[in-house]
């Protein structure tokens, strides 16, 4: 097995000032499409235009008053003590610093779009309080600089890599939309840093950090600086986990002075030779980010495909129908370490004592979208479209200003809670890492939505935008967008301009479609297939139009028989989005115990544009069984007839818990 620093070599390289590379020249060689850069995609309106509206005008703000609320876990007023503006010791959790890195993140995605000199004040401001913070030597954590009794490095649940590692990601994000290098110096003073520590690989250090998300953000700043270090070490991050043999865990005994060692974070088996997803499901996710991005850049098969492997593990036994990942609360993993917030067995997806943690569910949005990159097979868009749509979305209020940690697939009343899950959602929490990165990710949507690749353009998520880029290998493009998705399945784009030399343009055709329709000019086109794509390929001429049409029927899944919690029920899906049945919605008197799907349930969709912000609901008659004196019994008798019927709507999944408190289910029994 050959490491990725044995890949890359121990060459020596000259440190050129940063200043001096382009914010948006990295090419990633092992991609099958390069990402666009910084402005070259707007949304113009529809769905994801409202939500980015929504993160500049409400998320961004109301974002900033939780931060600096004094209940509130992570907290902006550590940066003022750490700046010397302020007297007073650290408050909130060790993780606190990373949550506010990832604000700063959302506020630089959003001014790349639409260069709010407000917005480029508010994060001058906080980017000269962590330069101020920052130690000489380039340390910087406020849970330990500013508590005598902690030291650097002493505990992985300090969290210095995780929050390290978003201050590294959001300073090259705020570099690519600014062209700034303030928050840069401070991310390369840091990164060289964790070179100086971390390249001998220190024995005590081998299981060292907890939220792996150092990798992403090294390789992210090795893509806006080009030193070719901070990709090595990211490459060491990975080689770290799995490299030093943890102990058996037993019951009733701690090991190695951690109550939570080896699968809890991917530390018990290295990550090249790991056959399925273990432990926290997000320090998983972020995992396998970072080796992703590890492998855009190196190309190294061996640890390609183990990803492929864990991709496997996670979408065809351990993913929610939401997209959504995190069965457990606590557990133990199959090699029996004790775990948390972590996955469970195979098909072992419970729905209403799901964990799924938002942070979770974003990372294995994030995951596919990295896998798609390196290889342009459609089923990762699937996932990641999943994602977004469904569990990315769930956490957050219509108005974008309450948030929640888990998201269930059902909702009982008078049933108990586990930890971090709660009835409605909140402003403020001890555990915040939640809503920061919707708003990153809801802000950095649009960045998602093509993709570029000699002589091609490929368009993964619909909805309306504009595109105005240099295609490789033929010339500068522009092209607008237009359609109502997830609502409605016509996509059109407008050739606005061409350059003369032919390009393909590939849309993804989602998994769930039946079929689609393609037509240029009005004319219908045969498009080839490849690997989920549909490819049209020619000399686009300024007004050219292209019109995709996806089926958009209700659609009927069941689990498979393994899920034993999802036995005899289905769950509804109509395009990309997955649906769920509220209490609110049924007559008083029923409930949603009593509600059964029948099999040839037919299916009536209306748009409401004064309910949940503007949603498709799916109507039917569905049946009511009736009540029994043994209702309240473990087990009773099955009852084979129903009482008649009821009317029922079904609301898009993401918009539950928006009105009152209220019973839900996703799977509803069908008879």
Known sequence: MKSVVALLGWVVFVVVPFATFSAESHVSPHQRFQVTEMGQVVWTGGFWGERFELCHDTILPEMKKALEDPTNGARLSNFLVGAGLEQGKHEGTNWGDGDCYKWIEAMAHVYSVDKDPALDREMDYWIDLIARTQDDDGYIGTQTQLNP??????????????????????????????????????????????????????????????NPSNIMGLVDLYRVTGERRYLELAGIFVDMRGSKRWPTWQWGAEVADDPHPGDQNQDRVALRKETEAVGHAVTAGYLYCGAADVVAETGEKELADALERIWHS?????????????????????????????????????????????????????????MLMLTGEGRF??????VVYNSGLSPMSLDGTQFCYCNPLARHYDLPLLNHDTETRWRTARCYCCPPNVARRLAGMHEWAYGLSEGAVWLNLYGSSRLDAPV???????????????????????????PGAPFELRWRIPGW???????????????????GYAVVRRIWKAGDEVVLELPMEVAIWEAHPRVEEARNQVAVSRGPLIYCLESIDLPDGVSIDDVVL???????????????????????????????????????????????????QMIPYYAWNNREKTEMSVWLPVR
């Open 314 to 370: 996670i979408a065809d036994e351990k993913m929610y129908v939401t997209g959504a990942i995190g069965a457990y609360h606590h557990g133990v993993s199959s090699r029996n370490d004790k775990v948390h917030e972590a996955f469970g067995r195979p098909f072992e997806l419970p729905n209403r004592t799901a964990y799924n943690e938002t942070c979770a569910n974003i990372s294995n949005g994030m995951f596919n979208r990295r």
């Open 149 to 210: 009794e902690k030291q650097r490095w002493g505990m992985r649940p300090y969290h210095e890599l995780y929050n390290m590692g978003h201050l590294m990601t959001a300073a090259a994000v705020h570099h690519r939309a600014t062209g700034k290098d303030n928050f840069l110096k401070v991310a390369v003073k840091l990164a060289d840093y964790l070179d100086s520590v971390f390249r001998p690989r220190p024995d005590k250090l081998a299981h060292f950090g907890w």
């Open 381 to 386: 868009g699937d996932v990641m479209e999943r």
């Open 472 to 498: 490789p290998g033929a010339g500068e493009v522009e092209l607008v967008q237009q359609t109502d998705y997830p609502w409605a399945g016509r996509v059109c784009v407008t050739i606005k301009k061409s």
């Open 598 to 648: 029948p099999r040839d349930a037919e299916w009536t969709v209306q748009h409401d544009s004064d309910l949940l912000g503007g949603v498709s609901v799916l109507k039917t008659e569905a049946l009511i069984m009736s009540p029994t004196d043994e209702s309240q019994k473990l087990y009773r008798r099955f009852r084979s007839e129903s009482k008649g019927t009821v009317a029922i």
């Open 513 to 531: 479609a039946e079929g689609f329709e393609l037509a240029v000019n009005g004319k219908p086109v045969a498009a080839e297939m490849e690997k």
